[in-house]
């Protein structure tokens, strides 16, 4: 029997931010060890720290919030492949991978090698690849990687031109030693009504 395979990044003091950014932070605002009957917790953190999902809100004011987003785009059959991306990730790197019919596509590249850091660079995904992937079907994309326009892009054109193809945004995957395949895919935004992201639980099952 095949199990569910984390491919989240924990998430604590330590998990890499996007610069600037809000970083994790745990604390008890009830404690037992301090005389409280229970102990209660405040997170804080950025809406894009860790594993996951953009809301085309993120980077279109008008663009829908994260209780808008479909559910079923988050929860059922993916496709995970390994590509070559060491300069970008384009049309080329899906070369010899079919993909017609592939709905939710995680994407492998090995780039982001050090989780415990926030890179310096990573590949960026061509805005070509977007009506490409949307002409095979595919409606999410998830990549092992904090972003998939460059890390100093401020008109984020493969975000812009990913949704206005339809396709929706999972970042920050560890996606390493897991083998290509069809899986189940669950990965669930929480129910943000002013979301502009989320983070997600990403997890996968083997199917077969
Ligand atoms: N596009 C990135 C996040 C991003 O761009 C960002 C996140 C936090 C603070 C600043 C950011 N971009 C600044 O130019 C993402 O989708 O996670
Ligand atoms: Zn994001
Ligand atoms: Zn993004």
New binding site residues.
């Given amino acids: 029997m095949n199990q569910w395979l984390d491919i989240s990044q924990r998430l604590n003091e330590n998990t890499p931010y996007?610069p600037?950014?809000t970083q994790y932070s745990y604390r008890l605002n009830s404690s037992m060890a301090e005389g409280s009957s229970v102990n209660v917790g405040e997170i804080r953190m950025?809406t894009?720290l860790g594993t996951?999902i953009?809301a085309p809100y993120?980077?279109d004011e008008n663009g829908k919030k994260i209780i808008e987003l479909d559910l079923d785009l988050y929860i059922g059959t993916a496709t995970v492949v390994k590509v070559d991306a060491a300069e970008s990730i384009g049309i080329k790197a899906f070369e010899g991978i079919e993909l017609t019919g592939v709905r939710r596509l995680l994407v492998a590249t090995g780039q982001w090698k050090d989780l415990s850091r926030f890179p310096e660079w990573i590949p960026p995904v061509e805005p070509d690849l977007a009506p490409f992937l949307a002409n095979k079907g595919v409606r999410l994309l998830g990549l092992d990687l904090?972003?998939?326009?460059c890390l100093?892009?401020?008109e984020?054109p493969a975000?812009n031109k990913l949704s206005g193809c339809g396709i929706h945004?999972l970042?920050g995957l560890v996606l390493d030693g897991l083998e290509p395949g069809l899986y189940d895919l669950a990965a669930l935004p929480l129910a943000l009504e002013a979301g502009d992201?989320s983070p997600v639980r990403a997890v996968v099952k083997k199917k077969g």
């Fill in positions: 996007w600037g950014d950025s894009h996951h953009d993120h980077f904090p972003s998939v326009d100093d892009s401020k984020l975000h945004i970042e992201g």
